[in-house]
């Protein structure tokens, strides 16, 4: 295929004429689809159903009867299927509840109320920054910017952050406190951290003493087409010197079900138990029952493992086609480029500079809804208005097939545009 961007003025005009044609042929077929976030399909979820069967046994292996109080951390049974998954030893995890972000959002609140290992609580500072490696995921940006943090966007390369970036901020600026980081198959972009990647966030020297790394394992098990290895953070800091720099978080959102999920907070031995300290003041502990309930469900770390290939099963096909499409469509064509991602959620694509926004309102008008262009990007301002996040899990290959044929006409024609533009 020969370049869009090499084409003359009346080529483009004529193919321009073309995809005019097509974009207005999809518009007649009124369809309503939602690719905005990233959810189970029904059919994904119904995998998971034998977790919704009626309990019998209410108790642990030591006794304990899960429907009444007690238990700040967790029930063992639980930890050691997250100990084992992750390779984390059970002492340094806490169960939470249906959500790691409610983990994360606490763990920035407490840094900001009481601080941590007796340093300025981060309320009490004049100005806090966070990295934020971009694109990335949106909540984490809110999370930081709701706390009046200053955001500031950090490259992402093939194996994580940029660190040459990362290492120059961070050894020059007291203010900056930490990283949001989503070490594997991230989202959007699905890249895995190469292990230099890991070991330089670990042994960075850092201006802030209090420098946190918010590793956010979201995806830490959910390969679609090969299950990478990436290196445990807690592992790398704690050789490097810097145990207590990492939080380390995970749920069974999309393993189980979202929203009724269990999550872990996980760190150093000191950061347990000054979280513990606290936590002790705001909750009695996470919901047993469900713990348990998942604990008979997948039985141990390889009861879940073996759960994930399932899931792996119902994402291939969707994976496969929109990347088979893309490539069908729009490979050579200049107009866009993307990651082939090895598992996670999605797909991150590149449209020209200047597109994105446009290929969204063309895909909403013509009845599917994407994420927002600019969604991926602190403050939703992407700079070059060109990232977009497809998200394949939730519609049915059929659906999704509809979409990504109408994506990919949304993308010629606004690249077109463009380039008339100029
Ligand atoms: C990177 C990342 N972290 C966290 C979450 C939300 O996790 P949870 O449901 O455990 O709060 C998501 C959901 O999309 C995510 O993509």
Not at 148 to 157: A, F, K, Q, R, Y
Not at 316 to 331: G, S
Not at 336 to 351: H, L, M, Q, T
Request: charged residues 25%; negative net charge.
């Amino acid at each position: 295929m020969v370049e869009f961007t090499e084409k003359s003025k009346q080529e483009l005009e004529a193919l321009k004429e073309e995809v005019d044609k097509e974009y207005q042929a999809w518009k007649d077929k009124n369809l309503s689809l939602d690719m905005s976030r990233g959810k189970p399909a029904p059919a994904q979820l119904d995998k998971t159903n034998g977790l919704l069967k009626e309990m019998t046994d209410y108790h642990t292996e030591a006794g304990l009867d899960v429907r009444n109080y007690g238990v700040l951390d967790g029930i063992p049974e639980m930890k050691k299927i997250f100990s084992d998954l992750l390779d984390i030893p059970a002492q340094n995890i806490i169960v939470g509840g249906n959500s790691s972000l409610n983990l994360m959002f606490d763990a920035m609140m407490r840094l900001f109320v009481f601080g941590t290992m007796g340093e300025t609580p981060w309320g009490r500072l004049d100005k806090v920054k966070f990295l934020c490696p971009s694109p990335g995921y949106d909540r984490h940006f809110m999370v930081t910017q709701k706390l009046g943090v200053e955001l500031i966007s950090v490259d992402m390369t093939s194996e994580g952050p940029d660190m040459d970036q990362v290492e120059k901020l961070v050894a020059e600026d007291d203010a900056i406190k930490g990283i949001w980081c989503v070490p594997k198959y991230s989202n959007p972009q699905g890249i895995c951290y190469s292990d230099e990647t890991v070991d330089r966030l670990a042994s960075m020297k850092t201006a802030a003493k209090d420098f946190k790394i918010f590793w956010d394992n979201a995806y830490g098990v959910h390969w679609v087409f090969e299950d990478v290895k990436v290196k445990n953070i807690l592992d790398a800091c704690k050789e490097a010197g810097n145990p207590e720099r990492p939080y380390y978080f995970f749920s069974t959102s999309k393993i189980s079900f979202p929203g009724a999920g269990v999550s872990i907070i996980a760190a150093s031995d000191k950061n347990i138990a000054e979280i513990k300290n606290i936590m002790t003041a705001q909750t009695i502990g996470a919901d047993k029952i469900n713990q348990l309930r998942h604990v008979q469900f997948f039985k141990d770390a390889q009861g879940l493992r073996d759960h994930m290939k399932v899931m792996a099963e119902c994402l291939k096909p969707k994976f496969e086609t929109v990347l088979n499409t893309l490539e069908k469509e729009l490979k050579g064509s200049g107009l866009i480029s993307w990651e082939n991602p090895k598992g996670g959620y999605f797909i991150s694509v590149d449209v020209l500079p200047g597109c994105a926004k446009e290929v969204v309102r063309l895909a909403k008008e013509a009845g599917v809804v994407l994420t927002g262009a600019g969604a991926t990007y602190p403050y939703k301002k992407d700079p070059k208005d060109s990232n977009l996040r497809i998200a394949p899990t939730y519609p049915t290959v059929e659906e999704l097939q509809q979409a990504i044929d109408l994506f990919c006409v949304c993308v010629k024609k606004a690249g077109i545009e463009k380039l008339l533009e100029a």
